[in-house]
């Protein structure tokens, strides 16, 4: 199983950008479709955007679609989260894992995971 590290959250002014980074260990992380996920104090972990293997293939849930962009770099086991024009609505701790893609219903696999990135978006 993979094993992943995110990075690049912050404290950010609403409208601004980051740009988060999931480090994956192992040679398999080209065999993975995968997604990043949210979790805002007091709510569930809720689905942000999700890439297919080769990354041919993306989707975004409504409240991010427009502002942010997922995308891969397999040779360097590494995957990607732009976030732009930031709300303070974005304000969560922010974790990558591997899914089962869906254009509509990405789903996680398995139930461990790690410590995320908080991104912070002040008004």
């Known amino acids: 199983q993979v094993q992943l590290v995110e990075s690049g959250g912050g404290l950010v002014q609403a409208g601004g950008s980051l740009r988060l980074s999931c480090a994956a260990s192992g040679r398999t992380f080209s065999s993975y479709s995968m997604g990043w996920f949210r979790q805002a104090p007091g709510k569930e972990r809720e689905f942000v955007a999700g890439i297919t293997w080769t990354g041919a293939r993306t989707t975004y849930a409504h409240s991010v679609k427009g502002r942010f962009t997922i995308s891969r770099d397999n040779a360097k086991n590494t995957v990607y989260l732009q976030m732009n024009s930031l709300k303070p609505d974005d304000t969560a701790v922010y974790y990558c894992?591997?899914?089962?893609?869906?254009?509509?219903?990405?789903?996680?696999?398995?139930?461990?995971w790690g410590q995320g990135t908080q991104v912070t978006v002040s008004s």
């Open positions: 894992k591997p899914i089962y893609y869906s254009d509509n219903n990405s789903r996680p696999i398995g139930d461990s």
